[in-house]
C-alpha cells in the first residue's frame, strides 16, 4: 500500500516536470518514477521534443541550445542518462538499456591549463558547463537497441538496426544492421537483418 502511494506520488513529479520541461508530442508516453528533463544555461523546453508513444524514463540533462529529440516509441531506462549542449536523437523503436551515457560532449575541456583554472571556479561555474568542452551531435537512428553500461561518445551516428553491445565505449559511427561491442567499440557482426525471425508468440 505504502509503496503504491510512493509510486503514483513519484509519477506525479514525473509528470509535472516533462509537461513543464519538454514538448511532449501525440500521446501515450511511457513516464517512469524517475523520468526528468532538467534544463540548464537557458535551454528551452521547445527543444526537448519527446514523440508519439516514447519511455523517456531516464534523467535528461540539456543546456544552452541543445536539441533533444525522442522519435515515436523509442525508450530511455530508468537508470540512464542524456547529456546534450549540442543535438541527440534517438531514432523511432530504439531502445536504450540501463546505466547508459548518451553524451554529445567531452564534459571537460581536455586542456590541461583550461583544466586547472577549472579546478578553481566554484561548482556550477560557466567554466565547467559542457559548452566549453569538445562537442557534436548524436544521432542514433531507427530500432538499435543499445545495450547496458554503454557510452556513447560526441559526433556518433548508429545506423538503423544495429546493436551496441552491453558496456561498449562507441567512439565511431556504427554502420546500419551490425552489432557493435568492446571499447572502443568494433563491428563483431553484420546483416543482422537477414537472421531469421523466431516465431512471434
Ligand atoms: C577522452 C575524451 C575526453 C575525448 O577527448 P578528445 O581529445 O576529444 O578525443 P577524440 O574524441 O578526438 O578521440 C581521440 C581518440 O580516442 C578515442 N577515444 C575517445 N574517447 C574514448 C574512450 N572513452 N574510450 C576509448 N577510446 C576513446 C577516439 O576514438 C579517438 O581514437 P582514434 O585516434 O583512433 O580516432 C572523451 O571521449 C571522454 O572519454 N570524456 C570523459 C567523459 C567522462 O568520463 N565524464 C565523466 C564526468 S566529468
Known sequence: MFNKLRKSYYLRISKKNLEHNATLQGGNHTIGPKSRVFLSNGAKKENVILKEGCWP??????????????????QIDESTKIQCVNRIE???YTSISENTIVCDNNNHPVSPSYRKKMRLTPSGH???TWKYSANAPIIIGENCWIGANVRICKGVTIGDNSVVAACSVV???????CIVAGNPAKVVKTDIDKLPEPPFP
Open 171 to 177: 567512439t565511431k559511427d556504427v554502420p546500419a544492421n
Open 57 to 74: 524514463r531516464g534523467s535528461i540533462f540539456v543546456s544552452y541550445d541543445g536539441v533533444f529529440i525522442m522519435h515515436e516509441h523509442s
Open 126 to 128: 560557466k567554466m565547467r
Open 90 to 92: 534517438i531514432g523511432a
